[in-house]
């Protein structure tokens, strides 16, 4: 059987992921169900160089993409891709978008953005290039009416304005930031509603102390186990805290994603989308 040819990108931070995250595939499936979709999670270097995070600010990759797609597991339309924080990716949209038609999504890969980014849309990197490249820009957003959503196009795309889709996005918006408030202020229950539950229980065992990490014996025992591949030795990875061993994997996964004797043809392979 044929699988889906067309492809609808949903990129973001997911730190962490919300609620509203998690509806964003539900509704794009429901327009359309033939098409996969795929939530891209910003890589950690392009949290921290361009977005200004440090360290206190940013769930390490591998505990967004992965409370991403548990949140999302029974969702089998929905994808959730490593790329971007892969040695091939330098955090660029215009990439990101090149990289999907590359591995088999030829036919048509949409961008789908939330209408408070739409207004800045022509100030991106190659904002031409990736309204030419992609099938559409998809616009979620609540209470908008289509005739009214066009006049939220920047001027210099309205030549192109039938590139741009308007969804009604019947959800309340919820800022990953407002989360990672809530745990540092040791008030998490405020926010239970307003993320999944594996996210919810993440963060009470790994938050619930203001933002200091607790590693099971386990875990910390497999953190290690990956540092020293890396070179740490055990002198320096047994005096290292839970918090500084998850920044140590953190480094070392920023550009290491594709394992370093790993083809580009077996890391594509790996992500799984044929």
Not at 225 to 237: N, P, R, S, V
Request: glycine share 6%; proline share 3%; aromatic share 10%.
């Amino acid at each position: 059987m044929k699988g889906p040819t067309e492809v609808i990108l949903i990129m973001g931070a997911f730190n962490p992921p919300t609620i509203a995250h998690v509806k964003m595939s539900e509704v794009l499936h429901k327009e359309y169900p033939d098409d996969v979709t795929c939530y891209v999670v910003a890589g950690d270097k392009y949290l921290r160089g361009w977005k200004g995070y440090n360290n206190e600010n940013i769930l390490p990759f591998d505990v967004r993409e992965k409370l991403l797609e548990d949140a999302t597991s029974e969702k089998d339309y929905a994808l959730v891709s490593s790329f971007e924080n892969s040695a091939k990716s330098d955090g660029k949209t215009i990439t990101t978008v090149e990289f999907f038609k590359k591995i088999g999504y030829h036919e048509g890969v949409s961008l789908c953005v939330g209408s408070d980014n739409l207004k800045d849309f022509d100030k991106w990197y190659r904002c031409e290039d990736i309204v030419d490249s992609v099938k559409s820009i998809i616009i979620l957003c609540r209470g908008v009416k289509k005739e009214d959503g066009l006049n939220l196009i920047p001027d210099k795309f309205k030549d192109k304005a039938d590139k741009f889709r308007f969804i009604d996005f019947n959800y309340d918006s919820i800022s990953s930031s407002k989360i990672r408030e809530a745990a540092r202020n040791h008030n998490l229950e405020s926010v239970k509603e307003d993320v999944p539950d594996n996210v919810y229980e993440f963060l009470i065992k790994n938050y619930e102390n203001g933002g200091e990490i607790k590693m099971t014996k386990d875990e910390r025992t497999e953190v290690k186990k990956t540092l020293a591949e890396y070179g740490y030795t055990d002198e320096e990875l047994e005096d290292m805290s839970d918090n500084e061993l998850n920044d140590a994997l953190d480094d070392v996964t920023d550009t290491s994603a594709m394992h370093p004797n790993e083809s580009y043809e077996e890391f594509v392979e790996h992500e799984n989308f044929d």
